[in-house]
């Protein structure tokens, strides 16, 4: 199995300290990126203390998005990442509402941050308590808020 990740997914993550989680819950290896996401990244205020624990994360370049995706009215580190997810039938982890639901139309897997967390529940990776624990560092400091349904699909018993 492989897994490309989009910029908001990972920094989610990062924010919280967490990407952890996505090499116990898909027992991977490794993360592929697109030299986009890394470029996107970049500019965040973590991109330094995000690269030194990156080793795990391997950098991919797309060099040519079809026209299909390039013209999808998505954002670079996006339309590089869907296109390398379906040329290498990949997972892709994004929380961008328009550009999971894109991709999902040509045919690839997509995992958002709600059901990842629900993933991460269903297996034992996080219990109720670590949950409601990332809903609240997610809010703080990534801003990411979750709608009452998602509250209670994350927090049920």
Do not use: W
Request: proline letters at 1%; hydrophobic letters at 45%.
């Amino acid at each position: 199995m492989r897994l490309v990740c989009d910029t908001d997914f990972l920094s989610a993550l990062q924010k919280i300290d967490r990407i952890d989680l996505i090499y116990e819950v898909f027992g991977v290896d490794r993360i592929y990126v697109t030299q986009a996401v890394i470029d996107e990244l970049a500019k965040a205020p973590f991109f330094y203390d995000f690269i030194r624990k990156t080793e795990r994360i391997e950098r991919v370049v797309v060099d040519e998005v079809p026209s299909h995706i390039s013209s999808a009215m998505l954002g670079k580190g996006e339309t590089d990442s869907i296109s390398y997810a379906l040329n290498t039938k990949s997972i892709f982890l994004s929380n961008d509402k328009k550009a999971g639901e894109f991709a999902e139309d040509l045919g690839v897997m997509v995992v958002d941050i709600v059901s990842f967390l629900l993933v991460c529940r269903e297996i034992g990776v996080l219990g109720l308590n670590d949950i409601e624990h990332i809903i609240e560092l997610l809010k703080k400091r990534d801003y990411m808020e979750f709608n009452e349904n998602q509250k209670k699909l994350l927090l049920r018993e």
